[in-house]
């Protein structure tokens, strides 16, 4: 690959021609353009992006900001989708994806702040949103083209985009009353993100609703990943009555339920019915097969590229469009972990 002095030198004409040539300037002729054109295919011409992005204050990038840790990342294959949905979009629009890892274990917000004042991307995606999110709230007062996977109450009309985590949870309450449940617990993760808020009030009125008394005790949050789902499991079976049906956050967590059961001696829809709010890869291989729920995680991907593009190409003084606030649908998947109610609960071991 060459670059536009050594193509203007083979040309034996001027740099500054080349450059209005290439970026289709009417003031050279339709014969010099042409020339530039057919030289630059055949020598493999490479505009210096570093330049070009110097000058335009652009960097072509669109950046994803994304949580990790030992025990637990949303760059699992799920995730992978929601990505591949943003990246068919940035496909022939000058834009590329960049990923941007920070530890759960670290400041969020100065880690956002760090990438927006070097200025590396032209556009981020935030995921984990808090119920009050300051990153919001810093990206909306700069005017920093954003969109959040998930919603929050900070920043007032912002784009958004999130999984119908509360319909979910009055769908699987719902199908486990029918299948004749009257104690059902919830057990998620001790993480402080907006989802799992959502997910909680969502229960306590999908139980209401049914005139199903809620009890603290009912709702287990522990450490990250297995473990949250054997800790919750241990503590709902140690209770004097015991619930009939667990509802899990994920796929990971419901391992650790599944473990848990195993070592009391109970089968998951059986003695336990078991419904997990999210159907991912980590539990594919679980048996019984687990009930779980199902998006469209590529879509959602692409509902996060297309408006983050229109704010990209709005630009800072152009009137603001309605945001983007977007709920997708979940769906369940019957598997075999869920059942009618036993009449009488076999007690844990």
């Known amino acids: 690959m060459i670059g536009i002095r050594a193509l203007a030198q083979h040309l034996n004409i001027s740099i500054g021609t080349v450059s209005r040539a290439l970026n289709g300037k009417t003031d050279v002729n339709a014969l010099t353009r042409q020339r530039v054109f057919d030289a630059a295919a055949a020598l493999g011409y490479s505009p210096n992006q570093s330049g070009r992005s110097l000058r335009d204050g652009k960097t072509n990038l669109i950046g994803v900001l994304i949580p990790t840790s030992r025990e637990t990342t949303l760059f699992d294959f799920g995730f992978a989708a929601v990505l591949e949905g943003i990246r ?30 070097r200025r590396l991307a032209d556009g981020l995606v935030i995921a984990d949103t808090l119920r009050i999110d300051p990153r919001i709230d810093y990206l909306i007062e700069n005017a920093l083209p954003f969109v959040a996977f998930g919603r929050s109450r900070s920043g007032g009309d912002h784009h958004w985009v999130d999984m119908d985590f509360p319909g ?153 469009v309605a945001p983007t606030q977007l709920l997708m649908p979940m769906q369940i998947s019957a598997g075999e972990s869920d059942a009618r109610a036993a009449r009488r609960p076999t007690r844990p071991a």
């Open 168 to 320: 979910a949870v009055a769908q699987a309450v719902d199908r486990l009353v029918s299948l004749g449940h009257r104690r059902i617990g919830l057990v998620l993760t001790q993480r402080e993100v907006n989802f799992l808020d959502l997910v909680r009030d969502a229960f306590k009125r999908a139980l209401r609703s049914h005139g199903l008394p809620f009890k603290s005790e009912l709702i287990q949050r522990h450490r990250h990943g297995e473990d949250s789902g054997y800790l919750g499991a241990e503590h709902l079976l140690a209770l004097p009555e015991r619930p009939t049906a667990m509802l899990t956050q994920n796929g990971n967590v419901a391992i650790g339920l599944y473990r848990r059961l195993n070592e009391a001696q109970l089968r998951p829809g059986i003695d336990v019915s078991v419904i997990s709010l999210i159907g991912d890869l980590q539990a594919q291989f679980l048996s019984p097969a687990l009930t779980s729920f199902h998006t469209d995680l590529w879509g959602i991907g692409a509902q996060i590229g297309q408006a983050l593009m229109a704010e990209v190409r709005r630009g800072i003084r152009a009137p603001r």
């Open 88 to 117: 068919s979009v940035l496909v022939g629009q000058g834009q590329d994806l960049a990923v941007f890892l920070y530890a759960e274990e670290d400041d969020a917000f100065a880690h956002l702040r760090r990438i927006a004042e």
